[in-house]
């Protein structure tokens, strides 16, 4: 197949060049390393790093702070296995989003 424009990298980006390419016309293919898009920041970096660290503000605040709001509570307790689960879900989100959007944009995404 041949293409007006390769985008290697689906980071942020990556993918809006590629949208902006096909907005504009071009037939485009996007290639990213990991099995869904987002490139690093989205898969491994930023995103789940923030979404753990929303978790943890929560667990802080919690621990801390709903006391002086007027909520009592039992002593918070971790659970690492769902803190995970719910960072897996969140970039699951976005990276189904991103592959929503070359869909619609009808661009071709190569892994490898």
Known sequence: MKYDVTVIGSG????????RCAQL???????EKYN??????LNVGCIPSKALLDSSHHFHDAEHTFKEHGIDIPAPKV???QMIAR?????????????????KN???????
């Not at 942020?12 to 949208?19: D, E, F, L, M, S």
């Not at 869904?36 to 920041?41: D, M, Q």
């Not at 960072?87 to 869909?103: H, P, R, Y």
């Not at 009808?106 to 490898?112: C, E, M, R, S």
């Open 106 to 112: 009808k661009i071709d995404v190569f892994h490898g």
């Open 12 to 19: 942020p980006g990556g993918y809006v060049a590629a949208i």
């Open 36 to 41: 869904s898009l987002g490139g690093t920041c």
């Open 25 to 31: 016309g071009m037939k485009v293919a996007i290639v």
């Open 87 to 103: 960072k897996g879900d969140v970039v699951k989100a976005n990276t189904d989003g991103i592959q929503f959007l070359m869909k």
């Open 79 to 81: 659970n690492f296995k």
